[in-house]
């Protein structure tokens, strides 16, 4: 076979005359990736950032996960933004008590009206008032609430049972919470005078300021127009009870108490969140321990 066969013939040949030759035909060195060139450094960069954005957003699910755990392990936790101000009334719902402390401020006092104005028996009243009580604290033992929020209602309904069981009247099961009434509409009167209102005193600590408050003079307003919306709430429970407690007029005396519970109660939570939103943001107030330490910095910064 001669040189032309060998140039043109079939699978050795490109059918232009010219050899294929095996340099032509090995496969090229795949490019290294370890080092890049000098021409690659914004390709190297640009990597290392997408690995850097890569790790943070692989981390915010992990901390979201953990948000959203602790707030099922305590579904009444107040919601707060960055700057610390509660983001809806609800907020201030759990910083008061919470939808359960609502159940267990109404629910006793309308077992009680409604089994006296079917019996007219104080004492089945009063023990059917008590037993509803019981069951709701052991309610919250079982959720494994603090003892306060689990026996603080059941010791005011065992406390109101014994009084008008003991009296032999049954007007007398709501003189507590009508007592209770007046000694905080004083309570926060007095708190307002002397520039220490009540309702900066429980949401401070609450929203991380403490009472750093006291040094903003328009946040301080805010605390002492929050405080007189809760005197007003208080002085209107004693104006509609106190006459009908005078009167023995039980079912209707009942009957103030449920409606002057949450209905007004839900009224003065929005109104405090409306005064306190339109009042300057809190200071947070920071401790040694929440700082980062020097060695902790230098470590962060290599």
């Known amino acids: 076979m001669g040189d032309r066969d060998l140039q043109t013939g079939d699978g050795w040949g490109t059918g232009e005359g010219r050899p294929v030759t095996a340099e032509a035909e090995l496969p090229r060195p795949a490019p290294e990736t370890g080092v890049p060139a000098a021409g690659d450094a914004t390709a190297a960069d640009r990597t290392t950032a997408d690995r850097t954005t890569a790790d943070r957003t692989a981390a915010e699910p992990a901390a979201s996960d953990g ?35 609502m ?42 609430e603090t003892l306060m929020h689990a026996l603080g209602g059941f010791l ?67 605390y002492t127009k929050a405080t007189w919306v809760w005197v007003a709430l208080f002085v209107l429970r004693i104006v509609v009870q106190v006459p009908l407690y005078l009167a023995d007029k039980v079912t209707w005396l009942g ?18 969140w409306l005064i306190m939103s339109k009042a300057p943001p809190p200071v947070k107030v920071t ?5 980062p330490s020097a060695a902790g910095s230098e470590s962060a910064s290599r």
């Open 67 to 101: 948000k959203a755990a602790a707030q099922a392990d305590d579904p009444e936790a107040a919601a707060e933004p960055a700057d610390g101000t509660p983001d809806s009334a609800m907020s201030l719902v759990a910083a008061f008590g919470g939808v359960r402390g």
């Open 103 to 144: 159940i267990d401020m109404t629910v006793p006092g309308l077992v009680f009206v409604v089994v006296f104005t079917i019996t007219r028996a104080t004492t089945t009243s009063a023990y059917a008032a008590v037993a509803v009580a019981a069951v709701l604290a052991g309610i919250r033992l079982m959720r494994r």
């Open 287 to 291: 401790y040694d321990d929440d700082r």
């Open 255 to 272: 009957a103030a108490k449920v409606a002057l519970g949450v209905p007004p109660w839900l009224v003065a939570i929005y109104l405090t």
């Open 156 to 222: 005011g309904v065992a406390i109101a049972a014994f009084v008008a069981i003991k009296s032999g009247k049954a007007e007398n099961f709501y003189l507590l919470g009508v007592l209770l009434s007046g000694g905080y509409a004083l309570a926060y009167t007095i708190s307002i005078l002397v520039r220490w209102p009540l309702i900066g005193v429980v949401l401070g600590p609450i929203l991380g300021e403490n009472f750093t408050w006291r040094n903003n003079p328009a946040r301080a307003a805010a």
